[in-house]
């Protein structure tokens, strides 16, 4: 019998795991035997490879095949999918997108996982960050679909990271703060803890502040560094970028361990030099960024109408909470060290594990399907962003009207917003979905448009009222009733 696992589909890193039979979750290993996979992929020989084999395929090829498979190899991926496309996404001469690297992500992740479990995996709950609007998350469910995976429900990291935080705790009622900073993103989230669940409040995301963004910027420095030193221009080159990069990532996880580490950066076609770097220098060269998390955090809190002193917990996730500095800012700011879990690397595919197994064995289908016991399962997740349509006013002014504003809770109906059906059933216009940030929507955040078949017969100018709700995983439902009938919209995604 198969069971249902968790998967974390990180920026950098991803994680699969599962509750075992003492009802503890536990990370699965890959196949390399590791328990976090690098969301790398590689298009090599008509299929992709994924994870550590592809960063292999890049450091062992030489020369020009290295330069080559290295500009070859998709990162980030996460960061792109769902948005509208920048440009092809190649592989090594292989046009792919956003979705179809991720699927391969997440059947390596499956794949990997069954071999290690005995026995084929074929559903998942998934987790993704809490400001990934309605296309981010559709998308990262077409992703686990192609590879062959039934989503059971896509969940918050956060909220995933907070049940990590309190499986098994009785005494855990609550505020709490999840701060969770990883290698490409950063979100705040204020949770209610309940005795078996968790309540979202607020949450507030920086889609681009993450781990990437410390190691750039410490590369930024040492590139400085080598040029004074060297009194030489630090070469221009695909191979010298890379090992520029790769030498400010050792340093910055040497540099939350140790007080300074020592640099080697022997680029080609450049001189050899050793560099000592200091946390001192390297917390003075991310001082914005602090400042950035710590705006982001206030927001949060505001947007849950707390302060700092209501907050009872601050728990940790991400490996770029590992940073002192980062975790220095939060104990000033709240004046409590925040909570780190034994592993910050698998606190969220664990709690999407224990989310995973609230599902089970459906007897009532043919087909195994999974059903849910607990009917919200454990964590109470919310709206994160404002959502809302345009639509024209009595006065013929076009004005966008909010119909989802962040906390209110998914799965339940907003209230209904009278609309006037202009044009007949062949013609009805489609009305524009919008989301937004804080409380106002943006004409940048289009999700799509609702169309509808009207019955036959409806006037033009029949009044429809429109409701709208985020389901279980945050992907945004409408419904439209005129005269009394309820006809379930379609959202066409932008
Ligand atoms: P994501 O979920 O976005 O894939 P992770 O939570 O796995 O990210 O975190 C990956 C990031 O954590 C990387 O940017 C990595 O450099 C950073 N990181 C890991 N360990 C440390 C450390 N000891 N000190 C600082 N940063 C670290
Ligand atoms: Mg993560």
Redesign the pocket.
Known sequence: MGRAIGI?L??????AAIVDEQQRARAIPNAEGML?TP?VALWYEGAFVVGQPALELVQRAEGAEHDRLGASLIRGV?RMIGKPPQGGLFSNGHRTDPVEVSAAILAKLARDASTHLGFPVRAAVITVPAHFVDQERSATKAAAERAGLRVLQIIN?PSAAALTYTHGQTAQAGTALVF??????FDATVLQLGEHEARVLATKGIEEL???N??NSLASALRKRYEQETQSTYPNTTTASTLLVTAA?RA??????AQSTRVQLAPPQGKAVEITLTRQQFESQIDLLLFQLQIAVEQALERAKKSAGDIQRVLL???????PAVQQMLTTFFGRKPEATLD??LS?ALGAAYQAATYREDPTTHTPGLQMIAEEGLVIDCVSYPVGIAVENTRGEDVKLIMLQPGDVLNTWSKPYPVLIRGTAATFPPIDVYSGEGTQLSARDYLGSITLALPPGTPSGARASVMMRQDQSGLVQVQITIAGRDLPGTLRRA
């Not at 969770?180 to 993103?185: I, Y």
């Not at 910055?252 to 361990?257: I, Q, R, T």
Request: aromatic share 6%; glycine share 20%; hydrophobic share 25%.
């Open positions: 974390d990180g920026t950098t890193f991803s994680a976090t969301s996460k990291e969770d900073l990883g290698g490409g993103t993450g781990g990437i410390f190691t990532e910055k996880c040497e540099l939350s361990e996730c991400g490996g770029s909470s590992r940073i910050l690397d969220v």
